[in-house]
C-alpha cells in the first residue's frame, strides 16, 4: 500500500513538471513580443510629441491683414484707422504683416519715428513696391510704415506698431499717431444704394460715391460704375464728401477730364462737403485737381437729362469695377484651430496604437 502511494504521489509530480517544461518556452517567447511592442509605441508617441511640439510653434506666429477688409488706402477715418487696429492686436517676434493694395497706387516704406511723425519717405529702411506686400516682424520695439507716395501719410496711410518677444503674451498698444485724413486709395466696389431725397419733391440729391464718398479708388471704374445705375436731372444736386485740403472738386471741359488737367476749370470746390446743383442738361465732367489723384481714378462723368420729375429714380444694383484688390486670406486663427485639431487627432491615434499593442 505504501508502494502504491509513493508510486502515485511520484507520477503526479513528473506530469506537473511536464507540463511546467512545455508551457514555459511560450511564456518565454510572448515576453520579447510585448517587449517589443512597448518598444514601438514609446517611440512613437515620441515622434508624434515632436509633431505637437512643432505644430504648436507655428501656431504661435500670426498673420495680420493691416487694415483687415480696408486694406492699407488713404483711409476715410485718418490716422486713427490704423492706430485703432492696431490697438485690438498683439504683435510678436515672428509675426507677419501683409499690406493689400494696388501696384502703383500705394508702397510700404518701413521708416524711422522721426520720419514716421514728418511723413518723410526719402530715406525709408525698407519699401516695398508690389502689393500685396508681406513683412516679417523679426526684431522687437516699436516699428512704423507709411506710403511715401505724395501726401498719402499726411492722410493717414501710416502705421506705428510695438513687437514684444515671441513669449509674450500682453497686447501692444501701437503708438498715438498724427494726421488729418483724406480718403481711400485701394479699389472698392461701388455702392449699392438710393439716392436721398432732395430739397423739394422735384429733385434728388446724389452722394458721389455714397458711403465711400469723394476718394482716390484706386480704378477709374469705380465712378462710372456708381454713376451709371443713375438718372441725373436737372435740379439735381451732387455732394462731394470728402476731408478738408485732402481733395477738392472741379469741373472741367471733356479734353480736360480726358487728359486730367486742371488747367482753367469751369468751376472750383474746396470746402467739404461740396454741393454742385445741376443747373443745366448736357455731358458734366468733375476731376479731383490734387496732383496724381485724377489719374488714380477721382474723376467723374455724367449726364444730365431735362427738368426733375416729381418721382426720385431708383438705383439697381451697381456691377462691381474690375481689377479690385483681392480679398484678405483667411483668419490667422482659423489655421491655428486646424492646427490644434491635428495635434490632437495624432495624439489619439498614438494612444489608440499603444492600447492595442499591449492588449
Known sequence: MAFNVTSSYTIRRTRRKNQQKRSSPRIQQGRPHLQEHIAMSRNLLLVLFAVATFLHGSEAQTRHVVGDATGWIIPPGGAATYTTWASNKTFTVGDTLVFNFTTGQHDVAKVTKSAYDACNGGNAVLTLTSGPATVTLNETGEQYYICSFG?????????????????????????????????????????????????????????????????????????????????????????????????????????????????????????????????????????????????????????????????????????????????????????????????????????????????
Open 151 to 359: 501726401s498719402h501719410c499726411s492722410g493717414g496711410q501710416k502705421l506705428a506698431i510695438n513687437v514684444n518677444r515671441a513669449s509674450s503674451s500682453t497686447p501692444s498698444p501701437a503708438p498715438e499717431a498724427q494726421a488729418p485724413a483724406p480718403k481711400a486709395t485701394s479699389p472698392i466696389s461701388p455702392p449699392r444704394s438710393t439716392p436721398a431725397p432732395g430739397p423739394s419733391s422735384g429733385s434728388v440729391t446724389y452722394t458721389v460715391g455714397e458711403t465711400a464718398g469723394w476718394i482716390v479708388p484706386g480704378n477709374a471704374s469705380f465712378y462710372p460704375a456708381w454713376a451709371s445705375a443713375k438718372n441725373f436731372k436737372v435740379g439735381d444736386i451732387l455732394v462731394f464728401n470728402y476731408p478738408s485740403n485732402a481733395h477738392n472738386v472741379e469741373e472741367v471741359t471733356k479734353a480736360n477730364y480726358d487728359s486730367c488737367s486742371s488747367a482753367s476749370p469751369i468751376a472750383t470746390f474746396t470746402t467739404p462737403p461740396a454741393r454742385v446743383p445741376l443747373s443745366k442738361s448736357g455731358e458734366h465732367y468733375y476731376i479731383c485737381g490734387i496732383p496724381g489723384h485724377c489719374l488714380g481714378g477721382q474723376k467723374l462723368s455724367i449726364n444730365v437729362t431735362g427738368g426733375s420729375t416729381a418721382t426720385a429714380p431708383t438705383t439697381p444694383s451697381s456691377p462691381s469695377p474690375s481689377g479690385a484688390v483681392s480679398p484678405p486670406p483667411q483668419n490667422s486663427a482659423a489655421a491655428s484651430l486646424g492646427l490644434v485639431g491635428v495635434s490632437a487627432t495624432l495624439l489619439s491615434v498614438a494612444a489608440a496604437f499603444f492600447y492595442y499593442s499591449i492588449y
